[in-house]
Structure formats: C-alpha cells, structure tokens
C-alpha cells in the first residue's frame, strides 16, 4: 500500500511538472515582450495553476471511482434480494406440498405474498418498463 502511495505521488508531481512546462511554453513571454522576465510571482502563479489542475483530474478520477462503487453495492443489494426471495419462495413450495389442508393454504398465500414482493430487474428489456 505505501508503494501504492509513493506511486501515485510521484505520478502527480510529473504530471503537475507536465502541466507547469506546458504553461510556461504556451505563455512563452517573449513572444509578447521580449524584455519581460517570468517573475517569481508569475512563476509560482504556474506552479499553483499546475496543482489546481492535478487536483481537478485527481477529483474526476474520485467521482468515477465512488459511481462505480455504487453501481457495484447496488447490484450486490440486488443479488441479496434475489437469494431471500429465492428461500422465501423454496419455503413457500414445501408448505404447498404439505399432507395438512391449513399448511398447502398458508403456501398459497405466501406464494401470492412472494409474487407480490417479487425483485424488480433493472436490466435488460425489463429496464424500459420500469
């Protein structure tokens, strides 16, 4: 893990330095006036710039990675629905094949109850009905 780190920070001192050359060349002062010097206020301006820059990447980067996570915590509520329904539904199906008339009509009604609370799929030719 603090390879990891380590990593990363040098990736984003290189490409802060990356983007602080490609401001000085394209701000190239002595295109507009030959006697002007980049000063350090101007200089250390760039170097913030730069930073401001990174960070706004490093954000971008953040937020697709938090869409992402959940994206995959909504798919795992969804399989844990599913499996519940699943035991639900197996349990339901025992009761139905049972030898007591009062036990097969509590089956009935938890199968009418199971189609009742059933998971709704978002995917697929489901998800333009929904």
């Known amino acids: ?23 000085v060349v394209l701000l190239d002062f002595r295109l507009i006036d030959r006697t002007t010097k980049l000063d350090s206020k101007t200089l250390f301006d760039l170097v913030k710039l730069s930073f401001g820059v990174v960070d706004g990447a490093d954000a971008l980067v953040a937020l697709v990675v938090a869409y992402r996570r ?15 329904h699943t035991e ?37 030719s489901n998800a333009s009905s929904a």
Do not use: N, W
Request: proline residues 3%; without cysteine; neutral net charge.
């Open 88 to 124: 639900r539904s197996s349990q339901a199906v025992d009761k139905v094949g049972s030898d007591s008339p009062a036990v097969r009509l509590g089956g009935v009604h938890a199968r009418a109850g199971l189609a009742d609370d059933a998971p709704k799929r978002l995917t697929g």
């Open 1 to 23: 893990m603090e390879g990891a780190l380590a990593i990363t920070f040098v990736a984003v001192v290189l490409v802060a330095g990356g983007v602080f050359y490609s401001l």
């Open 70 to 84: 959940q994206r995959v915590d909504e798919a795992d509520a969804q399989r844990e629905a599913t499996r519940l």
